[in-house]
């Protein structure tokens, strides 16, 4: 959201051409008409979501989905560009191969009654996150931390790669259950998470196999993992072999000197 900004942000859009509406649910049938001739008066995000806010009281909520990107500028007409957003500043094409990504349109206001956004636990990245908030969610619970931290209706928006690797910041094994860490645990899960989610947004995020920045540049965190892809590498912090366990059907990388 923050590489669409500069193209958006304060500029009329000129030109909503929607290619292709049946992605992972149907793009509204009033979606252009709702969003053409409107101003985008400001963009954000909420878990995986991007929001774009316009000055006919709309919200768009967007999300890419496994493989979908936002494409600025683009200079080709790709057979995957399913909805154009047109400004006098250039142009935003969602680009999606395989249709799992999302548009939905709603009134601002209710955009907090909205289902996709009222399930949402607390930003890891905002005030309501912390050690209190996380020893909420594991008072009682025997589900692994890693479940848990997954789980987008206790904490918004983690993803498998920064789960993973915010574990081995913390020293925290993936199948520790939620009623076994301690009060330092958790102290320092609070603080890892939000340090290595900070540490990927620097590097423009994780690409691994199709992922890229709006601008195209990709991103540079895969080379700072620490155990995320590197089952049987040797652990930069302390040599032991990197392990793997599958998870809830999830791949969950670890160092098992490391993490208790």
């Not at 101003?39 to 006919?56: F, P, S």
């Not at 009060?183 to 423009?204: F, M, N, S, W, Y």
């Amino acid at each position: 959201m923050r590489g669409i900004a500069p193209l958006i942000e304060g500029e009329v859009l000129s030109r909503v051409e929607v290619r292709r509406p049946d992605l992972r649910w149907p793009v509204p049938a009033d979606f252009r008409q709702r969003l053409q001739g409107a101003c985008v008066t400001g963009t954000g995000r909420r878990a995986k979501y991007g929001l774009i806010h316009t000055d006919r009281g709309d919200t768009v909520i967007l999300h890419l989905g496994m493989s979908g990107r936002l494409r600025l500028d683009p200079q080709d007409a790709a057979a995957h560009d399913h909805v154009i957003f047109e400004t006098a500043r250039g142009t935003v094409a969602l680009n999606d191969p395989r249709r799992f990504g999302s548009l939905h349109i709603v009134p601002t206001e209710a955009l907090d009654s909205h289902p996709l956004i009222a399930a949402c636990g607390p930003e890891p990245l905002g005030p309501a996150f912390g050690a209190d908030h996380l020893r909420a969610v594991t008072r009682g619970s025997t589900s692994p931390i890693k479940t848990l931290l997954l789980d987008g209706r206790r904490v918004a928006g983690l993803g498998n790669i920064y789960v993973c690797e915010a574990l081995f910041e913390a020293g925290v094994r993936p199948t520790r259950r939620g009623t076994r860490l301690t009060r330092a645990d958790i102290e320092r899960l609070a603080t890892a998470i939000p340090h290595v989610l900070q540490r990927a947004i620097a590097a423009g995020g994780s690409t691994l196999r199709d992922y890229a920045q709006p601008s195209g540049d990709l991103g540079y965190f895969q080379h700072d993992f620490h155990v995320y892809g590197r089952e049987g590498r040797p652990c930069r912090r302390c040599g032991t072999v990197i392990g793997r366990i599958v998870q809830s059907g999830r791949s969950s990388f670890y160092c098992p000197s490391c993490q208790r």
